[in-house]
């Protein structure tokens, strides 16, 4: 018995092809959209992270002037 997934791409391969395209840009879109949100969630678990671990240690904190400065550096 086939799939549900299996039965939908039958489907989708009996479209012309713009609605094929069309189909595949929003879904890859979503997919984008998901991943996005993904990324965005992780970026603010480490900023988290990295803020109680300067908290926790003061002293381990690098000055944002010379982070910038060995940035610059690093880009020369």
Do not use: C
């Not at 391969?13 to 879904?27: E, F, I, N, Q």
């Not at 671990?53 to 610059?72: D, I, K, M």
């Amino acid at each position: 018995m086939a799939s549900k997934l299996d039965d939908l791409e039958a489907e989708a391969l009996h479209l012309p092809v713009s609605d094929r395209a069309r189909l595949v840009s929003r879904l890859v879109a979503i997919l984008d959209q998901q991943a996005d949100e993904e990324i965005e969630l992780a970026w603010i678990k480490e900023a988290e992270r990295r803020y109680q671990e300067v908290l926790e240690n003061p002293g381990t904190a690098e000055l944002a002037a010379a982070a910038f400065q060995r940035a610059r550096d690093t880009l020369r």
